[in-house]
T-cell receptor, first 113, second 116 residues
Framework: DAKTTQPNSMESNEEEPVHLPCNHS???????IHWYRQLPSQGPEYVIH???SNVNNRMASLAIAEDRKSSTLILHRATLRDAAVYYC??????????????FGQGTELSVKP | EAQVTQNPRYLITVTGKKLTVTCSQN?????MSWYRQDPGLGLRQIYY???????DKGDVPEGYKVSRKEKRNFPLILESPSPNQTSLYFC???????????????FGDGTRLSIL
């Protein structure tokens, strides 16, 4: 499975933008880039995903490098509720995947008031 | 409200006493899965199900059983629990019987099991 690399932790101030990076230099052409987050004492929560083009939804934006070897999750205005561990996950369309999400160590985001 | 519901949320029990953790989703999802989360090891898949009556092993299936008799329910059964099964368990579901890579997965809030 292709591997992702994320910083262990990041800090942000409330109401400022946050850019969470992810490196995936061994990504294959058919792998989707997904982001999930896990708030304290909760299950993982889907944030956003993309293949090649940048994506926006109500929670965040996903910027994907042209060579797809890296991506950045952008939270436009961090709130205290955004403090969580953020996981960048590659998903292969292979049937044998078993549908599992392969969670790495993730980036622990702390947000200061 | 669309959700994945796990019960119980917390359980302390003793070695060898059979237990079942229930998981129910109200989104008509074909795919369901169980993970366990342990410090330093992240989330690991235990079992998954592509649809009713179709289940398969994940990465750490030893000591667990599952069944999928109805689309909405996917219980996790520990027939003879042991202390190494003390963990935080999550159930997840999504559209797509193949665990379609383009579909987000929805997770429950977790079940914390302690086996003494």
């Amino acid at each position: 499975d292709a591997k992702t690399t994320q910083p262990n932790s990041m800090e942000s101030n409330e109401e400022e933008p946050v850019h969470l990076p992810c490196n995936h230099s061994t990504i294959s052409g058919t792998d989707y880039i997904h982001w999930y987050r896990q708030l304290p004492s909760q299950g993982p929560e889907y944030v956003i995903h993309g293949l090649t083009s940048n994506v926006n939804n109500r929670m965040a934006s996903l910027a994907i490098a042209e060579d797809r070897k890296s991506s950045t999750l952008i939270l436009h205005r961090a709130t205290l509720r955004d403090a969580a561990v953020y996981y960048c996950i590659l998903r292969s369309p292979s049937y044998n995947q078993g549908g599992k999400l392969i969670f790495g160590q993730g980036t622990e985001l702390s947000v200061k008031p | 409200e669309a959700q994945v519901t796990q019960n119980p949320r917390y359980l302390i029990t003793v070695t060898g006493k059979k237990l079942t953790v229930t998981c129910s989703q109200n989104m008509n999802h074909e795919y369901m899965s169980w993970y366990r989360q342990d410090p330093g090891l992240g989330l690991r898949q235990i079992y998954y199900s592509m649809n009713v009556e179709v289940t398969d092993k994940g990465d750490v299936p030893e000591g667990y059983k599952v069944s999928r008799k109805e689309k909405r329910n996917f219980p996790l059964i520990l027939e003879s629990p042991s202390p190494n099964q003390t963990s935080l368990y999550f159930c997840a579901s999504s559209f797509g019987g193949s665990g379609n890579s383009n579909q987000p997965q929805h997770f429950g809030d977790g079940t914390r099991l302690s086996i003494l």
